[in-house]
């Protein structure tokens, strides 16, 4: 589809959220289409977890997203789904890679909506193939778990900031669900969880450095429990560091059952989000540190620049693979 | 209601899709509140049919829209709604005609929708009138049971186009149908639908002359089957013929009921849109003629041409006979 | 236009803060076309000021809004302008009054922004009406410089809160200003703004007490400052009183330009909402009351008591005199 004003920001880049939207519904027809081919029991797949993803290039208003989605492995009860996405200049002809993600989905069943049901067997070109999938499974599993203990943090607030602060740039926003943020399930759709998490995360990130900022990347973000039609959710971020070019946000999203229900406040999804600050030509400018003051503060600190370190690790590693 | 940015290109022209939805809303209130006038079976009017229709100038951004909808035939089952858009520019108070359309609605129990209630008669007031609707009724219904016959068809995907061949400006998006894109009775508004079609046309003929392009005109739309809420559809697009200065591009709308339905994906509408290349001064500019391929693609392009050849001489007849 | 499920809470009401917009767009569109009817400087009509409304009667998904507006006084600089808002049920053909608003716009240069025009004058049938809309204009006059002393509160948060108490419910809310949200002079429409301020007062209504809650009324709203496209706006709502069956909320919107902008975080707008809860077959239930803890608490609950009198002696005064 055609990327319009409201799905930019004020220099016309596109929200990193407004993809992450797209990204996910292209996953949730494929997967939930694939659990439906068999006879069996009615279901909607609901997005369990996104793997890290980074956005390749930036999306301008007036140009054209091409979405592509495959499903690349099958466990006993999870979808996993690749979907890429295009940009294209439709008055020049040039497209670009904007970014490539890969998501879990579970089947859920229409009738009762704690079942998970059984998902038919994708076939294999290779063997290989599958054993590649199950490795990622297993993988995932076990990074899911970790996230889980992780959950009990809350963001508080701050009274008369210094700049350049974690109180300073911190931000958070509520947002009541309604019917079109929902899947047949009356859930909220894991796309629309993702571009409120981008919405707060991209305030942070421009209170920050009060400048033009865009995605470059989201970590793997898991999806432990399911929002319902009428909650309330607050989606808080707050920095945790900053290189110096980049800045990371942690984000966390509770949701607030507080029509009907006799249940507590909770925790629904948190994520890591990485931002750069670009001139007005597109370049990459400089970021002001972030300055800790608690302990707590230095610690998420050093935690960032270990994922940091660790992704840069990565991409070098990479980069050499493909140069050999 | 004032337009805004997201309703128009990126050079500020209101899309043909945002003035459709707008007049098909107007058509289904009136046509709604006619069919329960009487006391009898409460009911939703639901659209069947769209006769062709010019876009006579183009609107802009943060000009008004005024709509006015009236009903000018009915039927036992269906109802004839003459519908009007006026651009009002409301700095200089300049109004502009951007279009009439005549839209043909059937009234559907909201008890049970698949039973089409009677119509209230309107008074007419020359026997004349009535006489001239029959007509157009009867003609309209004759188009109906043509076009069924053509569905068949389908989009095939082409690697490595050349330029300006219909394989390399063909599109297609696909839609998850949400709550607000449906009637009380839960089917697709015909706005809706058409909206996602002048998305895909615009982009069509866009990837074909890379230029600003605008909605000149659609032709007779029917609306063969209702379309469910959850439903995935598909719009694909492709270029069936070009002029001098217009493309006509053939749409399709395939929905894909893949919850919870045993039913096959099923073809819901098909229409031509005829687009023309504007310039920055909004002069019509001249378009790169399509290179047909296959034995289909040339019979397709000598049927627009008949099309086209029909529309050009129908106005020149009525011209001559404004001037006599 | 017909209301839908997305304008609407879960019970099918639809919400204050789309009504009002539908109101502030209504009254934008009458006072621009009639500052731009004579000859001069083209101008664009901007909200100053909302008199208080009541909410006579809730809106339901599926009904059609009919908006009808009329300028009925007009100084030198200002215009007022009177909406009526009926929900007329297309099935039935029920209408009803949903609420009347008075609204005032100030007309802004076209070519510059800060620069007030004149308005041209309207013609009164009878010399008594221009004499109570002078009237009118000089009240409201008055109650705007009042309400800009009262601007420096800040909503400060607090940890771990009583239930009932002003903590436990108080919200806010951040919004990143689109294109969409905007005038054509760049602005945020005031209608946008007053929609996201019935969103948080919803919010708080129903985190104080658990139930489905509609706006009941709105009173007077000032619009202090305009907000420019870009910005980041909080909207932050705390409750101040409850009577037996209803809640007052204040409502405050601070604007932050930190993009590309040497200025300060500042108050743009305030007010305050009243909301009733109902049960599910529409009757209005019994309210917890609210608890004071601080000095200033006791304070707005004492101001808001004031108000809350004021209202009703002030209504059973003009039932007194429609029954006379």
């Given at each position: 589809?055609?990327?319009?004003?409201?799905?930019?920001?004020?220099?016309?880049?596109?929200?990193?959220?407004?993809?992450?939207?797209?990204?996910?519904?292209?996953?949730?027809?494929?997967?939930?289409?694939?659990?439906?081919?068999?006879?069996?029991?009615?279901?909607?797949?609901?997005?369990?977890?996104?793997?890290?993803?980074?956005?390749?290039?930036?999306?301008?208003?007036?140009?054209?997203?091409?979405?592509?989605?495959?499903?690349?492995?099958?466990?006993?009860?999870?979808?996993?789904?690749?979907?890429?996405?295009?940009?294209?200049?439709?008055?020049?002809?040039?497209?670009?890679?904007?970014?490539?993600?890969?998501?879990?989905?579970?089947?859920?069943?229409?009738?009762?909506?704690?079942?998970?049901?059984?998902?038919?067997?994708?076939?294999?070109?290779?063997?290989?193939?599958?054993?590649?999938?199950?490795?990622?499974?297993?993988?995932?599993?076990?990074?899911?778990?970790?996230?889980?203990?992780?959950?009990?943090?809350?963001?508080?607030?701050?009274?008369?900031?210094?700049?350049?602060?974690?109180?300073?740039?911190?931000?958070?926003?509520?947002?009541?669900?309604?019917?079109?943020?929902?899947?047949?399930?009356?859930?909220?759709?894991?796309?629309?969880?993702?571009?409120?998490?981008?919405?707060?995360?991209?305030?942070?990130?421009?209170?920050?450095?009060?400048?033009?900022?865009?995605?470059?990347?989201?970590?793997?973000?898991?999806?432990?429990?399911k929002i319902k039609k009428g909650c309330v959710i607050t989606v808080s971020g707050r920095m945790t560091f900053t290189s110096n070019k980049s800045m990371e946000i942690e984000v966390f999203?509770?949701?607030?059952?507080?029509?009907?229900?006799?249940?507590?406040?909770?925790?629904?999804?948190?994520?890591?989000?990485?931002?750069?600050?670009?001139?007005?030509?597109?370049?990459?400018?400089?970021?002001?540190?972030?300055?800790?003051?608690?302990?707590?503060?230095?610690?998420?600190?050093?935690?960032?620049?270990?994922?940091?370190?660790?992704?840069?690790?990565?991409?070098?590693?990479?980069?050499?693979?493909?140069?050999?």
């Open positions: 589809r055609i990327m319009r004003p409201d799905d930019a920001n004020i220099a016309g880049n596109v929200h990193g959220g407004t993809i992450l939207k797209m990204i996910e519904e292209a996953g949730a027809i494929i997967s939930t289409r694939h659990c439906n081919s068999q006879a069996g029991e009615p279901c909607v797949a609901a997005l369990a977890r996104v793997e890290r993803t980074d956005f390749l290039s930036p999306m301008c208003i007036g140009e054209v997203a091409n979405v592509s989605a495959e499903i690349t492995y099958t466990s006993r009860h999870s979808v996993e789904v690749q979907v890429n996405v295009m940009s294209e200049n439709i008055l020049t002809g040039a497209k670009k890679v904007t970014n490539k993600a890969t998501l879990w989905y579970v089947p859920l069943s229409l009738k009762n909506v704690n079942k998970v049901v059984e998902v038919p067997p994708i076939q294999y070109a290779r063997q290989e193939q599958e054993d590649e999938g199950k490795k990622r499974y297993e993988e995932q599993k076990l990074d899911r778990l970790e996230t889980k203990q992780r959950n009990g943090d809350v963001i508080l607030p701050v009274i008369n900031p210094e700049p350049h602060t974690v109180g300073y740039s911190q931000s958070s926003l509520i947002h009541l669900v309604g019917p079109s943020d929902c899947t047949l399930l009356g859930f909220v759709h894991g796309g629309v969880t993702m571009k409120l998490m981008d919405e707060v995360a991209g305030i942070v990130a421009a209170r920050h450095c009060k400048t033009n900022i865009v995605t470059a990347s989201v970590d793997a973000i898991n999806f432990h429990e999203v509770d949701a607030d059952p507080f029509v009907d229900e006799p249940r507590e406040r909770y925790r629904a999804v948190s994520a890591f989000f990485t931002y750069v600050s670009l001139s007005k030509e597109g370049k990459p400018l400089p970021v002001p540190q972030l300055l800790t003051e608690t302990e707590d503060e230095k610690r998420r600190f050093e935690e960032g620049k270990g994922r940091y370190l660790q992704t840069k690790a990565k991409r070098q590693a990479q980069m050499q693979q493909a140069a050999q």
